[in-house]
Every structure is written in C-alpha cells, then in structure tokens.
C-alpha cells in the first residue's frame, strides 16, 4: 500500500515528534551534565573547643538548610590534623594556622578575614576611648602592642579603631609595637607615662602588660582591650584591669560561611563577633558565647 520510502519517513517523523513531546519531561540524573556541583570542606580549628566547633557547624548546616536548592552537595568534616585537609576543595580554618597549609591547592575561608573590620574596630574605639575619659584624662593616647610584627590586616582593623577613638594618625605604624620579652614591655611603659589605651593583639601581651602595670602600681591608669579571650581576660575584666575584649559569634559566623559556600545565595550576616565590657560581661546572650568558648 506504502513505498518503503514513506514507510521510513513516517518512522522517522514519529521519533522526532515523540523526542519533542517527552524532552520536557525527561529529568537529568544528578551529577551527570555538571550541574550539581559536590564540595567537599573540610574545617580545622585545632585549638577551639569542641563546643565552639560544634556550634560553627550547626550554623553551617543551620544555613545550608534554609537556602540549599539542592544544586550543590556539600560534605563537611571536622579535622583533627592538617594532612586530613589536604584534599579538600575548601578549608576552613584561622589566619594563624596558614603555615601548616603551604602546600594545599584548594579555597581557603579564614575566619578572621569575615570580621568586618570597618564596622567592629571603630565600635571597639569608641567603647574604648569611653572607658578613657572616665578616668578624667585630659590628653590620652591609644597604641598596639602585640607578640608579633602587625600585619596588613591588623594595620587595617587599628586604623579603624583609631577612627573611633578620635585619633586618626597619618601613620599608624608609629602606635604599633611588637614585644617578645616582658621586660621590653616594662621599659616600653616607663616610656609612655599617663592615662593611655592599649589594643593587646594576643594574650601573652595582656598578661604582661597587666603584670607590669600593677608592677608598678599604673594598672588604673591603662584601658586595655584585648583581642582574644580567656578565662583569665575574663577575670581581668571583672577585677576592671582589663577594659574588654571580643566574644566570636560561632553560630553567626557559620552562618557566614555556609553563606560563601552557596551561590545566590541571601546575604543575612550581621556580624559574628561581639564587644565584651563591665557593661555586658554577665548578659545572658554574653554568658552564652562564654560558653561556646569552652
């Protein structure tokens, strides 16, 4: 009835119509076009406590929830080793821990580096130079003194803190000094005599500079404000010593994180550090973050 020729036409018309009809509904296997993408993250902060780990990564995950369309499959492990990060896409981890990672290829996300460094260093200065002019001090001065030679970063950040403190310098590295000896400190305070403020960069700093002030009986003529918390900055604090000191935020700062794993992700971050005073010291959301540092 139909030539052979028809007969193939036909065929061939039905497949492409039927290809046209089913392409819309046909689902692409995941991972196989390159679509969804896999990471693979991996965090290592070897000297926090497994508390505050823990509640980094529930925030990670808290956010991944929330906004994950299900386009990126994202594995995370806390490490206990530097090796165990090698093969990673992204590593989380401080600033002070890059020398272990020399050799790593992949993304690295420093915590440090998520600090809003304009926003939180002129707060610090403000509270800070508060602090100073209830000791009734007519002329006051603000410095930073450290275990390390500062870097660009914390260049930037006392830069900031010099604006809330109403101090603004044409060269900040003049204010800034690094110390590896108690004794360059107690010679370093003979040198600066009066009211004046201190951003201590590390602990090791604090506890001398505080030991050599009460040495020579200067300990209420100093504001400091320390970088990094402790129990003892705590009790330093608390015996007023100590001005403040900075709380990080683990679950904030997850969030962050799990913010810059994500593409298109809504940017939600309202800071994941927290100034800690006096003032603040025994606040419930304070206490809380206390905790986490445990």
Request: proline share 2%; hydrophobic share 40%.
């Amino acid at each position: 009835m139909y030539s052979k020729n028809t007969y193939l036409f036909a065929k061939i018309f039905l497949a492409v119509y039927m290809m046209t009809i089913l392409g819309g509904c046909v689902q692409k296997i995941p991972g196989t076009d390159g679509h969804n993408k896999k990471k693979e993250v991996v965090i290592y902060l070897a000297e926090e406590s497994t508390n505050f780990k823990e509640q980094l990564l529930h925030g990670i995950e808290s956010f991944l929830l929330e906004h994950n369309n299900k386009s990126m499959q994202i594995n995370i492990m806390v490490a206990d080793l530097p090796s165990q990060a090698m093969q990673a896409d992204i590593l989380i981890t401080y600033y002070s821990y890059a020398m272990l990672f020399l050799d790593y290829t992949g993304e690295i996300i420093f915590l440090d580096t998520l600090l809003n460094v304009e926003n939180f260093g002129q707060k610090a200065g403000e509270k800070i130079r508060e602090d100073v002019e209830l000791r009734d001090a007519e002329d006051y001065q603000i410095y930073w003194l450290g275990s390390n030679l500062p870097n660009e970063r914390d260049k930037q950040l006392f830069n900031e803190i010099n604006k809330g403190f109403l101090m603004e310098k044409s060269n900040i590295e003049q204010i800034m000094d690094s110390f590896s000896k108690k004794e360059e400190i107690a010679l370093w305070l003979e040198q600066h005599q009066g009211i004046i403020a201190v951003v201590g960069a590390d602990l090791q700093t604090v506890e001398w500079l505080y030991e050599c002030a009460i040495d020579v009986g200067r300990q209420y003529q100093l504001s400091i404000f320390s970088l990094e918390y402790s129990g003892e900055v705590e009790q330093m604090i608390r015996r007023t010593m100590v001005y403040g000191t900075v709380l990080e935020d683990p679950q904030a700062i997850g969030r962050e994180i799990g913010y810059r794993l994500l593409e298109n992700a809504p940017r939600e971050f309202s800071g994941g550090w927290q100034i800690v005073c006096r003032d603040n010291l025994d606040f419930p959301e304070i206490k809380q973050l206390r905790e986490f540092q445990k």
